[in-house]
């Protein structure tokens, strides 16, 4: 019963490739976000998106850009990736504000990314 | 500014004894708080929400608003407690924006 699926579970670039990573959540959630995961440093929010085509930036959102063309999918996107940008990039969705389950985030099992 | 506070990063302790994991939050608004934990190769999950008032594997928070504080506490912990724990800050009611905590590891010794 996956809920929130991340496409990629581990992968190698390149320092100046383009990278994407994608999420894909079955539960009909409005609210979808990217975290970054590293070692003492907790979880920090990239961007955030409430509806289609629309996005919030979190708080590291430089050098990173998302997109979310339809509900169920809200795609990362590192245009240049650079070796600080090796990481565990995590998704997660809930549900719309005002609903019994709002503020509670369904996260993927994760992207192991690594920039060389 | 809105943070979350995990002072410790690693708390070890043996099967049986208390447990306590602290957290401190900095919100001048209505806070909602919440802890999250990862067990080994899973996804991260929600524990529990203040919200809720409710007991979840054993564990218990209590939102102290004079102390800014929501620990998370058990009396017996289990080997099986041992994963790492993120307390998490709602701060935007209408995104569910979440701000995290640099999050604490528990080791439960057998």
């Known amino acids: 019963d996956v809920k929130v699926t991340q496409s990629s579970r581990y992968l190698v670039k390149r320092t100046g490739e383009k990278v994407f990573l994608e999420c894909v959540q079955d539960?009909?959630?409005?609210?979808m976000f990217w975290y970054r995961q590293d070692p003492g440093l907790g979880l920090r929010l990239i961007y955030f998106?409430?509806?289609?085509?629309?996005?919030e930036k979190g708080d590291i959102p430089e050098g990173y850009s998302v997109s979310r063309e339809k509900k169920e999918r809200f795609s990362l996107i590192l245009e240049s990736a650079s070796t600080n940008q090796t990481s565990m990039y995590l998704c997660?969705?809930?549900?719309?504000?005002?609903?019994?389950?709002?503020?509670?985030?369904?996260f993927g099992a994760g992207s192991r990314l690594t920039v060389l | 500014a809105q943070r979350v506070t995990q002072p410790e990063k690693l708390l070890s302790v043996f099967k049986g004894a208390p447990v306590e994991l602290k957290c401190n939050y900095s919100?001048?608004?209505?806070?909602?708080l919440f802890w999250y934990v990862q067990y080994s190769r899973q996804r991260l999950q929600l524990l529990l929400r203040h919200i809720s008032r409710e007991s979840i594997k054993g564990f218990t928070a209590d939102l102290n608003k004079g102390e800014t504080s929501f620990h998370l506490k058990k009396p017996f912990a289990q080997e099986e407690d041992s994963a790492m724990y993120y307390c998490a800050l709602s701060v935007t009611y209408n995104t569910d924006k979440l701000i995290f905590g640099t999050g604490t590891r528990l080791q439960v010794f057998p």
């Open positions: 919100y001048s608004g209505s806070p909602e």
């Open positions: 997660a969705s809930s549900l719309d504000p005002g609903s019994s389950g709002a503020n509670v985030l369904t």
């Open positions: 998106s409430y509806d289609v085509k629309m996005k």
């Open positions: 539960m009909d959630h409005e609210n």
